[in-house]
């Protein structure tokens, strides 16, 4: 009798190590979704269950749109196009067309880091520091155009940094917007005890179908300009008017009652980020979503933000991650 082992739903995973070996991560084929992530041994994103599809949207790239098209149904340049339901529940198109859809290494190094047979396979398979995974958005029902893309995932000294390009190989000029749908936490401290920071002044109030209704000034309840812990927040909110440093990129904080950090930095373009907490991730009481997000929910309506590719055109953003220790372990 032979007994099979089940195909993992995630895809075909590759295993990324940084140069010193210190940074450890691991990329899904479905969704080009960044799987896990540890530094130092220390996981910065919730691991989950190897025999499960991506979990509450973990990780995956969101393209050519983040969050949802109302009634999958879109105006722009004068023309009127209807997308599929994805999302039953609030009558939307939901996270764009490539969120089950299986992207394909570009790297020789590819086979090389490619994981088969959980995690036991995973601490014994070779590994190189970056891959680049691609996928093409063919022109279908309610999306007529054509998109190449791509994401770079690099292991650096202390997380990760991704770099995503979007070139538009139709002959019109193609809307797009991108997101990202990564949750953290920092092993051994619980996600409630953390603090949150994001330097946003404006958020999108939203109605009950999760559609925003409009932007406005942030206020009591939502206000993550300065630390709040985790635990207290119930959030599922879109935020904009990022306060960028010096060097342009938007950084949003989590910080535990030591003083070790995570950080998710944000590089220009992502003009949005969306705060999710959650109840239900496998294995976790409370789980966080940080979303780089280039457009605000229902862009392909309200236009806000909205790229418009010409042929030919490629748009390139990056967004990181990256891990501070405290001041005990430095």
Request: aromatic letters at 6%; one cysteine or more; charged letters at 20%.
């Amino acid at each position: 009798m032979t007994t099979s082992i089940p195909a993992d739903p995630t895809g075909r995973r590759f295993r990324l190590v940084s140069p010193d070996g210190r940074v450890a991560a691991q990329v899904a084929q479905v969704g080009a979704s960044l799987r896990s992530l540890e530094v130092g041994g220390r996981a910065l994103i919730p691991p989950y269950p190897d025999d499960v599809p991506t979990p509450s949207a973990s990780g995956i790239t969101l393209v050519p749109w983040p969050n949802r098209i109302r009634d999958g149904r879109w105006t722009q340049r004068g023309e009127t196009r209807q997308l599929p339901i994805t999302e039953p529940k609030t009558g939307s198109a939901s996270h764009g067309l490539l969120r089950f859809m299986p992207y394909q290494p570009t790297d020789a190094a590819a086979d090389m880091s490619a994981v088969t047979g959980g995690p036991a396979a995973a601490a014994e398979s070779a590994a190189a520091s970056s891959i680049t995974l691609a996928a093409t958005v063919f022109p279908q029902t309610g999306y007529p155009f054509h998109l190449e893309t791509s994401v770079q995932y690099t292991a650096t000294s202390d997380g990760i940094a991704a770099t995503h390009r979007l070139t538009n190989v139709g002959r019109e000029d193609a809307p797009v917007a991108l997101g990202i749908h990564p949750y953290f936490c920092l092993g051994g401290v619980d996600t409630a005890d953390l603090a949150l920071t994001v330097p946003a002044a404006s958020f999108f109030e939203l109605d009950e179908r999760l559609l925003p209704v409009a932007e406005r000034p942030v206020d009591a309840g939502n206000d993550l300009r300065s630390p709040r812990r985790v635990g207290d927040l119930d959030l599922n909110v879109a935020y904009g008017e990022l306060t960028r440093d010096a060097d342009d990129r938007v950084r949003c904080v989590l910080e535990a009652p030591d003083g070790q950090r995570v950080t998710l930095w944000l590089g220009a373009g992502f003009d949005h980020v969306q705060v999710f907490t959650m109840n239900t991730y496998p294995g976790q009481d409370l789980a966080l979503a940080l979303e780089p997000m280039t457009a605000p929910p229902d862009a392909f309506n309200s236009g806000q933000h909205l790229r418009w590719l010409t042929p030919g055109e490629t748009w390139e953003l990056n967004w990181g991650v990256e891990h501070t220790p405290s001041t005990d372990h430095v």
